[in-house]
């Protein structure tokens, strides 16, 4: 059954909340990119990624997450051109990535930002175990035990038809990380100078 699911920074200033939680509402996956392991010791937040350097993340349709509290301390790190990595500036906690642009009808929330308080049900229960790893050659070490597999040709087609039944029904806005009026990030993305990148590796 659906749920919400309370957002929320390790301090508590930002808040949001993302509804209709379930794992066919979403897609859950083990990413080992460099560039997810670089935002956490950007962030000195190591404490966000298993022992092989992975990110837990649950991707979601933009216009079902909301932030509801403390937006002013929303930062966004630029790496690339096509993702930004959202941040909670009061205690560094990393929030999301999104596309560059409003329109990507996705979120892909980090799991330091989906609260589940100790009377809810266990994360795996509302999210559904990670259904994939993906870029696992750019593991620190060895896989976790419960690592998932790599993703298959059918999880790729599951993934693009979720994606695509969220822009149809109209899920994939507003994202809450945009002003939908200025059609612009909430907080103007920061590009890493090509020497402050190079000391995350
Ligand atoms: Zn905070
Ligand atoms: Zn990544």
Redesign the pocket.
């Known amino acids: 059954m659906p749920l919400d699911f309370p957002l929320r920074c390790q301090c508590g200033h930002v808040r949001g909340v993302a509804r209709d939680v379930a794992p066919s509402a979403g897609f859950r996956f083990v990413?080992?990119?460099e560039?997810?392991q670089a935002f956490a010791r950007f962030l000195r937040r190591p404490d966000v990624l298993d022992t092989a350097g992975g990110?837990d993340i649950f991707q979601m349709a933009a216009g079902r997450a909301t932030l509801t509290a403390g937006t002013d301390a929303l930062r966004c790190l630029r790496f690339s051109s096509k993702v930004l990595r959202w941040y909670a500036d009061c205690c560094r906690t990393p929030i999301a990535n999104t596309a560059a642009g409003p329109r990507f009808p996705v979120v892909a929330l980090i799991h330091s930002f989906m609260n589940h308080g100790a009377d809810s049900l266990p994360r795996d229960k509302m999210l559904g175990a990670p259904l994939c790893r993906?870029?696992e050659r750019s593991a620190l070490g060895p896989l976790p035990p419960n690592a998932p597999a790599p993703p298959s040709l059918g999880l790729f087609a599951l993934r693009a038809s979720r994606v695509l039944g969220w822009w149809l029904r109209g899920l994939a806005r507003p994202s809450p990380f945009f002003d939908v009026r200025a059609n612009a990030p909430l907080s103007p993305p920061r590009v890493l100078t090509p020497n402050e990148r190079a000391a995350l590796e």
Do not use: W
């Open positions: 990413c080992y990119c560039d997810c990110t993906i870029y």
